[in-house]
Structures are given as C-alpha cells and as structure tokens.
C-alpha cells in the first residue's frame, strides 16, 4: 500500500514534496489532533489507512499500553464514607513507556460513565476495538463492539459480535482480530472461534477448537493464534495447563501441552515468545501484562495484601527478567488495571 504523488504535493509551501511528507511522517503523534486542523490535506492524508502503512513502514509509528483502569475513588472522611460497597468504574488509560506518560482516551459514548464491565480490549493497525463485557447498569452480558480510531481520536460503533460470550480469549494480528472460547449466557464453556476485520467491519467464523475452554487467555505470535489453559463446562474453574494453537495461514488448530500451570488462571498474565514458550510475569495477585514493544507493562501484587504496583520487564531474550517499579505514578492513574492491549499508532 503506497502513497501516490497527487497524495502530497504542495503539503508544505516552499519545501519539496518529498521533504513535505517526510516532514509529516516524522511528526509525533501526539501533535496530530492539531495538525489535522491545518488544512484539508493534511486531514486527509493523516487519516488515510495509507500515511499510517508508510509511517509504519518508515519506523515513525509507536507502541503503547491501553489498559482498562478503575477510577480512582476520592479521598473520603470516616464520616462521609458510604455504609455499603459500589461496582468501580473503568475508562481507558494510554501509557507511553518511551515518555513515561499517562493519557485517557475519550470514553465510549454509549457508557459515558465507565466502560462495560469485562470487557476485552484488542488493537488493529493504529484502531483500539473493544468488545463484549457485562452493562455496568443491568449486569447482563453484551455482544457489543466499539472501535476508537487513534487518527481521528473519534469512538464509532461497530458489528456486534455473532455470538454471546464472556471471559474469552483475544488476539490480533493480520489485520484481524480474534475471539475463542469464553461462556455463553448460560454459562456453558465454548469451543467457537471468530474473526473480525476492522476495516469492512464484518465477522468471519473460525474453524472450533478440540475443546470448550472458559476464562482462558489469548495471544498472537507470528502467524499463530494461541489460546492458553481454561476449563470446560463440567470442570468449573479447574484451569488447564494446555493451550490450542490456530495457524492463521491455513486455519488449522492443534494442542499443545503443558505451556501452563494446571489450576492457575491466566486471565491477562500470559506472555508469549516466538519460540511458543509462557513467560511468567512474576506477580501473583491482581495482575495484567502488557507486551509494549521489547518490554511488558505488569500490574498487581506481589502477595495479598502488599501495595498495587506499576512494572516494567525487558522482553530480550537471554535477560533475566527483572520487575522495575515504575516509581512515579500521576494522580488518577494508580487504579486496578484489569486488562489491557498494546496499539502501534
């Protein structure tokens, strides 16, 4: 996918073509809400699925961390504190690893206070689409779909998902994002599979797993998706240690055992390598792992009990892998992060 002469001519008065986009392909992306008022070209151009492949291509894209976060709730006094507990809200918080900074993306503008509960974050060329979860209102569980375009900074709302499904696993890749697994609303185990193309906001069956696997966790290696332990219908919460690997190319699964630690869940904790091997992210309670690039962002707790931390662990391989606090932390940015994605924009 190119970027054709007519594309930007004149993008810049008085600079050569060529200088003009390469001048746009290196502006940061945290400068492009203004550069998009500029002119109409420049609008255009910004927001084509073209200028994003060539930014891409030209390494001018980043990696950061989008992460379902609970609000923090306001300090109270021992006399205003509420006699019962209430259900946290949760919004979208950006992460940058490289400036160390912590943004929130506009929320969704069908749950204007807070985000369905559970619900599964995935990314697709420079788009965030977040799925299902339960109304935070009635508790009943939703097929619907969002899509936040990080080029335009709008929410639009796309194809519900063909099936009811909770705590499933996500991954994307190839310009597709995929769904397997999960509960329906009756709580039985799946073993269906899905796949969802932003761009023509249609949905593709995959071919099912061997078998159902409820609140298992999925990622996407190469050209492999892998959807790690879970449990079946008749095996409630006794978790798997396999996982089920679909190869994308020819849309074929196959099982492979022992890449995870029977009777542990790892919802949001799995961290795969090209080489098919979990990685561990060293915490135990709360926790969220995020692959950034050549580091994971890690949440949670050390033990029960100890202090809600914020880590980063480099990713090379032949490192020992060393949690690193992330020491300052911004108000209304400490919160339980439950889940979480990274997106190139």
């Given at each position: ?19 003009g ?8 992306h ?11 070209q ?11 492949h ?24 021992e ?12 919004d ?55 899509v ?82 879970g ?56 926790v969220c ?57």
């Amino acid at each position: 996918m190119e970027i054709s002469d007519s594309d930007f001519i004149g993008l810049i008065p008085g600079l050569p073509s060529e200088l003009g986009l390469e001048c746009l392909t290196r502006l940061p992306h945290s400068a492009h809400r203004v550069a998009l008022r500029v002119c109409n070209q420049w609008r255009r151009l910004l927001q084509s699925d073209e200028f994003y492949h060539h930014r891409k291509k030209t390494g001018h894209t980043k990696k950061v961390a989008c992460l379902v976060q609970a609000h923090e709730q306001p300090r109270q006094s021992e006399a205003e504190k509420p006699t019962g507990s209430t259900q946290p809200s949760y919004d979208i918080t950006v992460f940058d690893p490289e400036n160390m900074s912590w943004d929130r993306v506009d929320p969704v503008p069908e749950y204007p206070s807070g985000l369905p509960l559970f619900c599964h974050l995935a990314s697709c060329e420079g788009k965030l689409v977040v799925m299902g979860g339960w109304d935070p209102s009635s508790y009943g569980p939703l097929t619907a779909v969002f899509v936040y375009d990080f080029r335009t900074n709008v929410w639009r709302r796309g194809k519900d998902m063909p099936e009811m499904r909770s705590f499933f696993a996500t991954g994307s890749g190839h310009g597709r994002v995929y769904v397997a697994g999960g509960h329906d609303e009756n709580k039985n185990a799946l073993n269906t599979a899905w796949a969802y193309d932003p761009r023509s906001d249609e949905w593709t069956a995959v071919a099912p797993m061997s078998e159902e696997r409820d609140e298992c966790e999925g990622v996407v290696v190469g050209g492999e998706f892998w959807v790690v332990s879970g449990y079946g219908t008749e095996s409630q919460g006794m978790f798997d240690g396999s996982a089920e690997v679909l190869d994308i190319g020819s849309g074929q699964w196959r099982k492979v055992e022992g890449v995870w630690e029977a009777g542990r869940c790892p919802r949001s904790c799995v961290d795969m390598r090209e080489n098919g091997r979990v990685m561990d992210p060293g915490l135990r309670i709360g926790v969220c792992s995020v692959r950034v690039g050549s580091r994971s962002l890690v949440t949670g707790s050390e033990y029960e009990g100890a202090p809600y931390g914020f880590y980063l662990v480099e990713n090379e391989d032949g490192q020992k892998r060393k949690l690193i606090k992330i020491r300052t932390v911004p108000d209304g940015f400490s919160g339980f992060v439950q889940s979480g994605c990274c997106v190139e924009i």
